[in-house]
C-alpha cells in the first residue's frame, strides 16, 4: 500500500516565505491599505483569496480582491528566475524516494509560480505528483488539498504524513486526518505548529533529513 509524503512548498522546500510578505506588503500599499507585515506573515500559506479576506475583514470592498492578487502576482513575479530552495531541500525529497515514500505535493501555488518552485527545488525526478490551487475549490487550512494529493496518489491518510511551515498547514494535515510535521523555515514559532498540530518541529528540511531516522517519516 502506497506510502505518501505530503509537501507544503512555500517556506517549506523553498525560501519564499518572507518574499510574499513583501510583494502583499507592496500590493496592499498600491491600494490605499495599510496592512502590517507581521500580520502578512501570519496569512502567508493561505490562497490569495483567503489571504485578502482575512487580513482585510467582510466589509472590505470585495470588487478589489482580483486587483490585489493580480498585483502580489506581478510583484512575485520578479523573483522567479531566482527563488531560493531551503537546504536539502532536493536532497531530502530523494531520501524519501529512495526509502520508499510517494512524493507529493500540496500547495497554494499554481501556474508560472508553481513552475518556478518546482525548478528551485529541482527534483522532478522523484515528484509523483503536485496538488495545486487550481486542483482544489478550498484551500488551507481546509483539508482538501491534503486529501486531493493523497487521491493523487492512491494513499491513505493512516499511511500519509504532511509536511509543513504554518499553521494553516498542520490544520488542513489534521483535518485531513495525516501526521504532521512542521517546519520552522517558514518564520513561524514552533509552539504555534505545536497547538496547530505539528507532531514533530524540525528547523528546515536538512534538520528533517539528518533526523529522520528519528522522525515520523523514519
Known sequence: ??????????GTL???NHLHVVTWWEAFRQAGHRVPMHAVHRAVGLGSDDLVAHLLG???DKDE?????DAHTVLYAQYFDRLPALRDAGSLLRRLHEDGWTVVLAT???????????????AD?????????????????????VRHALELVGAP???????????????????????????????IPRTDLV??????VYDDPADLLASLSSSPLA
Not at 167 to 175: E, I
Open 1 to 10: 500500500m502506497t506510502r505518501a509524503a505530503v509537501f507544503d512548498v512555500d
Open 14 to 16: 523553498v525560501d519564499t
Open 58 to 60: 467582510d466589509d472590505r
Open 65 to 69: 480582491d482580483a486587483a490585489l492578487s
Open 108 to 122: 497554494s501555488a499554481s501556474g508560472p509560480e508553481l513552475s518556478a518552485l518546482r525548478a528551485a527545488i529541482d
Open 125 to 145: 525526478d522523484v515528484i509523483a505528483a503536485t496538488a495545486g490551487a487550481d486542483d482544489v475549490e478550498e484551500g488551507k487550512p481546509a483539508p482538501e488539498p
Open 157 to 187: 491518510a493512516e499511511r500519509a504524513v504532511f509536511v509543513g511551515d504554518t499553521v494553516w498547514d498542520m490544520r488542513a494535515g489534521r483535518r485531513a486526518g495525516v501526521r504532521c510535521v512542521g517546519l520552522l523555515s517558514g518564520g
Open 195 to 200: 497547538e496547530a498540530g505539528a507532531e514533530a
